[in-house]
């Protein structure tokens, strides 16, 4: 499988997806609080990840889901 991209989201990209998600989980937005998790840190939200996957994807493949008359 050929990977599309790579991306590092650091805290403050989190945070501001929280914002706009509205999902203030301290597993995505509190080291403190995720270093208890079995993940030791902070993770990505999920939707964020697809987000990023689907930019990603989309910019392989313009113009693709275009609606054509």
């Known amino acids: 499988m050929r990977q599309l991209t790579s991306k590092v989201v650091d805290?403050?990209?989190s945070r501001l997806f929280a914002e706009f998600s509205g999902d203030f989980?301290?597993?995505?937005v509190d080291p403190v609080a995720a270093r208890r998790t079995m993940f030791g840190e902070?993770?990505?939200h999920g939707v964020h990840a697809l987000l990023v996957a689907l930019d990603a994807w989309a910019a392989e493949h313009p113009g693709a889901g275009r609606i054509r008359r």
């Open 11 to 13: 805290l403050n990209g």
């Open 42 to 44: 902070c993770v990505i």
């Open 25 to 28: 989980n301290p597993l995505h």
